[in-house]
């Protein structure tokens, strides 16, 4: 059973998920960029229009090129493992060049890397936006309440496990009759790679989860390295 096709509530059907007008593309969620050939054949997808589909491309090369960078500690295309992020860095000198003035080298020698937070922020709402319609059938979604991005590895411990744990073996709302997010409400797994409340979609390259208890709430996990929290009343 295929879950890009499964349950679709027609309401979503000729809309942009983003902005609420006629669709003309097919977005991935997430973008290509963040997963490694050969794709997984469950990438989540959604209906958008061309400006918003493009309008985030720039932003989300941006950050998986600065994800592959922070991980290998370096902007060196024969030291990243990533054939895509080498592809794109060779391919686009001034991106390269923002990411290496992003990296610093603290007094003690300790290296870290200084995010542009705002195009950060953009891509993480547009994700979450986009599983909230796809899960949820909740699209155009207004301002969140809060959105927040951290490393995992600089979580604390009782922080990181209220992150992972997701939900699981509480009361939750249900939510809509029909949506994926009601299947395994009801116990069903509309996944073969759902493990509990996390959808994984590649490997160790991308999860995330979406949770209705009183508003939404949309983790998401890139390169087991970064997580994403957004969250709407």
């Not at 059907?13 to 669709?23: A, F, H, I, M, S």
């Not at 699209?139 to 490393?151: F, G, W």
């Not at 939900?167 to 939750?172: F, S, V």
């Not at 979609?201 to 209705?212: A, L, P, T, W």
Request: proline content about 6%; charged content about 30%.
């Amino acid at each position: 059973m295929d879950p890009r096709h499964l349950c679709v509530d027609e309401r979503l059907l000729g809309t942009c998920v983003y902005c609420g007008r006629e669709p003309d593309t097919r977005d991935h969620v997430p973008s290509k960029v963040f997963l490694d050939n050969p794709l997984p054949d469950n990438i989540p997808v959604v209906e958008a229009c061309a400006a918003c589909n493009q309008g985030f491309s720039l932003d989300e090369e941006y950050l998986a090129c600065l994800l592959e960078c922070v991980l290998c500690g370096t902007v060196d295309t024969e030291v990243l493992h990533r054939d895509k992020v080498k592809h794109i860095l060779a391919e686009k000198p001034l991106l390269a060049a923002r990411l290496r003035e992003s990296r610093r080298t603290m007094e003690d020698g300790c290296v870290t890397w200084m995010p542009d937070e705002d195009r950060v922020r953009n891509v993480v709402l547009k994700l979450a936006r986009g599983y909230a319609a796809y899960e949820l059938s909740l699209p155009q979604l207004d301002d969140p309440l809060r959105v927040l991005v951290a490393p995992v590895l600089c979580m604390a411990e009782a922080e990181l496990d209220e992150f992972e744990r997701a939900g699981a073996g509480e009361l939750r709302a249900w939510p809509e009759i029909g949506s994926r997010a009601f299947l395994r409400a009801c116990g069903a797994k509309p996944y073969p790679n759902q493990n509990g409340h996390w959808v994984r979609v590649q490997g160790d390259r991308y999860r995330y989860c979406v949770d209705q208890h009183g508003g939404v709430l949309v983790r998401i996990v890139i390169a087991e390295y970064l997580a994403c929290s957004v969250e709407w009343e």
